[in-house]
């Protein structure tokens, strides 16, 4: 069964602590991999689209990522306004997108 | 620019009784269409997608149906709500293409 799997599920940073957050796919024959970001109460925010692996997109302080089986989710200096859920999705068959649980970070200033 | 309603915001309703989630994006014509349910812990479920008028899939099977009687108008009801029909509902939009686009979603509390 195709699977999209998140980790952590929750990462507590300090204000200007780079990590990374983990997107792992088992989906066969890739058709894009999307980064949302969801605030609390909100419906999700689109980030990012890749589509191959070796592709990179960047976005203020966030630069996705994506191999064969996983894609990451870089975050460098974090800041407070950065705190979120961070879903990713792939499309499965026929199913447009199958999301993962998310990863919930917080950054403490 | 594309925007995407959802009404009501927020909605409770006693078990047995009837439910109607309206959804419309301006901006675009022959968009896909998508009704999600987000619970505590168990991420966005797919419930219904739609890629024209007329037009339904569903996902789970469930006690919702959905209609899309115009264009850019979808809509999720239900006859008799269940407790277990509680939670965040999120409608979504995509060009067809590259990603879907959520509209800020629907709390609904079945008591």
């Known amino acids: 069964e195709d699977q999209v799997t998140q980790s952590p599920e929750a990462l507590r940073l300090q204000e200007g602590e780079s990590s990374s957050l983990n997107c792992s796919y088992t989906?066969?024959?890739?058709?894009?991999l999307f980064w949302y970001r969801q605030d609390p109460g909100k419906g999700p925010e689109f980030l990012f689209t890749l589509y191959s692996a070796g592709e990179e997109k960047e976005k203020e302080r966030l630069k996705a990522t994506l191999t064969k089986k996983e894609s990451f989710l870089h975050i460098t200096a974090p800041k407070p306004e950065d705190s979120a859920t961070y879903l990713c999705a792939a499309p499965s068959g026929n199913t447009p997108l199958v999301f993962g649980k998310g990863t919930r970070l917080s950054v403490i200033a | 620019s594309q925007t995407i309603h959802q009404w009501p915001a927020t909605l409770v309703q006693p078990v047995g009784s009837p439910l109607s989630l309206e959804c419309t994006v301006e901006?675009?014509?022959?968009?896909?269409l998508y009704w999600y349910r987000q619970a505590a812990g168990r991420g966005l479920q797919l419930l219904f997608y739609?890629?024209?008028?007329?037009?339904i899939s569903s996902e789970v099977p469930q006690n919702l149906s959905a209609s899309r009687p115009q264009d850019r108008q979808f809509i999720l009801s239900s006859k008799k709500l269940l407790l277990s029909d509680s939670g965040f509902y999120l409608c979504?939009?995509?060009?067809?293409?590259?990603?879907?686009?959520f509209g800020p979603g629907t709390r609904l509390t079945v008591t």
């Open positions: 901006g675009t014509s022959n968009p896909n």
């Open positions: 979504a939009w995509s060009p067809g293409g590259d990603g879907q686009y």
């Open positions: 739609s890629v024209g008028i007329g037009q």
């Open positions: 989906v066969s024959g890739l058709r894009g």
